[in-house]
Every structure is written in C-alpha cells, then in structure tokens.
C-alpha cells in the first residue's frame, strides 16, 4: 500500500506556543489530505479537509484560525496549532487519498503526532 | 446523514480461532466504500480491507475477509486464524463519494489470547 508520513511523532510544547505537523504522501501525489484528532480510547473525528493549491474545509466546531492547514504542494499538507492550550492536547493524525491505480480512493494514514501541551 | 455502526466496544478470542467484528451502516448515497482500519497501541491506522457498494464479490485479504450484505447494510469483518498480534482497535469506516473524508465507527478492541 501506499506510504504516508508525518512528523513529528511527538511533541511537548509550552502553552502559548504555535506547533506544525507535517504530512507526506511518500509515493503518491495526493490532492486531497485529511486531518483528524483522536482522543484515548476515542474512534477518529475528522477536522478538516486540505486540499492541494486551494483553501482547507473545516468540520464544523473546528476554528481556522487556531488549526492553520497549508497544502502546498501534491505532497505535503501541514497543520499548525496556533497558541497552543493544555486542552489541544490529543493525538493528530493525517491521511491522503489515492487517485489512480488498483487501490483508488484508499486513504492511508500517516503514524499520528501526539501532542502535549503544557 | 451518514453513519457507521460498531456495537461490540470489545471482543475476546483464543489464537487460532476465527472472529467476526461487526458494522453497519446507514446511507442514502448508491455509490460508496466501506473500509476496515486496524490501530494497534502505537497509534497508527492500518489499512485492511476495502468493498464497494457495487462489487458483486466479498473482499478478501489474506486472513481478512469482508462479509457485506448490502440489504442489510452491514460490512462485517472476518478475521480467520487469529494471531496474538491482531490485538488491537478495529474501525469501520465508509467513504460515501470519491474525495470525502471517512466517516468511522467508534470502534472494537480485540483482544487474543494464548
């Protein structure tokens, strides 16, 4: 299958503080990412939806201006946490779309960054 | 609205066995995909099986299989042989137009023992 990555893995950041967590398609171009947040033991909720060279689709209750999304390039979304609160605090994890070959429409998913926020 | 159905938080079986996680799902859309996620301790989600609202045949991935039943609406995971190692979460998850984000259940812990 196809291979997403994301980085960092982990991180531990004051509060007041901005972090971005990258997501590459490692093989594949993908036009569309998307960002979810998992609580522990919670299923997946989506946040937004990054598409490539156009503006991101927030889910409802998610603010824009807190969860920057940038997606630009067919490789590469980011999303950055803007001034950081304890309660952002979870695990993000990214997924892109695969558009051509057997396993069109797939999504795969990069390993997930666990946040901390202090 | 779409939505995706887990009802066994958790599930329990001995090496070897066979077990049946189960989904279903409810939509108004004749065109979708219903996918099967695996997410051991360490976070990541797996990709294992994927069926579509018009294939005639049951997926099949190796010791996954995908029983759907289309009047139904359910797309339950078949895990034959189980190993120690499919300890973990499972997810069900549906795509219901090519390019949306997936929707997901809230999820099963399997859990095999020795």
């Known amino acids: 299958g196809a291979v997403v990555s994301q980085h960092p893995s982990r991180v531990i950041c004051k509060s007041g503080t901005s972090v971005k967590i990258e997501c590459r398609s490692l093989?594949?171009?993908?036009?569309?990412m998307f960002w979810y947040r998992q609580f522990p033991k919670k299923s997946l909720m989506l946040m937004a939806t990054?598409?490539?060279?156009?503006?991101?689709?927030?889910e409802q209750g998610v603010e824009k201006d807190k969860f920057l999304i940038n997606h630009a390039s067919l490789t590469l979304s980011t999303l950055t946490v803007t001034s950081a609160h304890p309660e952002d605090s979870s695990f993000y994890i990214c997924?892109?779309?695969?558009?051509?070959?057997?396993?069109?429409?797939?999504?795969?998913f990069g390993p997930g960054t666990r946040l901390t926020v202090l | 609205a779409q939505k995706i159905t887990q009802t066994q938080p958790g599930m329990f079986v001995q090496e070897k066995e066979a077990v049946t996680l189960d989904c279903t799902y409810d939509?108004?859309?004749?065109?979708?995909?219903l996918f099967w996620y695996k997410q051991p301790s360490s976070g990541e989600m797996i990709f294992l099986i994927y069926?579509?609202?018009?294939?005639?045949q049951n997926a099949t991935e190796g010791r996954y299989s995908l029983n759907f039943q289309k009047a139904r609406k359910s797309a339950n995971l078949v895990i034959s042989a189980s190993q120690l190692g499919d300890s973990a979460m499972y997810f069900c998850?549906?795509?219901?137009?090519?390019?949306?984000?997936?929707?997901f259940g809230k999820g099963t812990t399997l859990s095999v023992s020795s």
């Open positions: 997924s892109a779309r695969v558009t051509s070959g057997s396993d069109t429409d797939t999504q795969y």
């Open positions: 093989d594949f171009q993908a036009t569309t």
């Open positions: 990054s598409n490539e060279g156009s503006k991101a689709t927030y």
């Open positions: 939509t108004s859309d004749p065109s979708y995909g």
């Open positions: 069926q579509g609202s018009y294939d005639q």
């Open positions: 998850a549906m795509s219901n137009q090519a390019g949306t984000a997936l929707i």
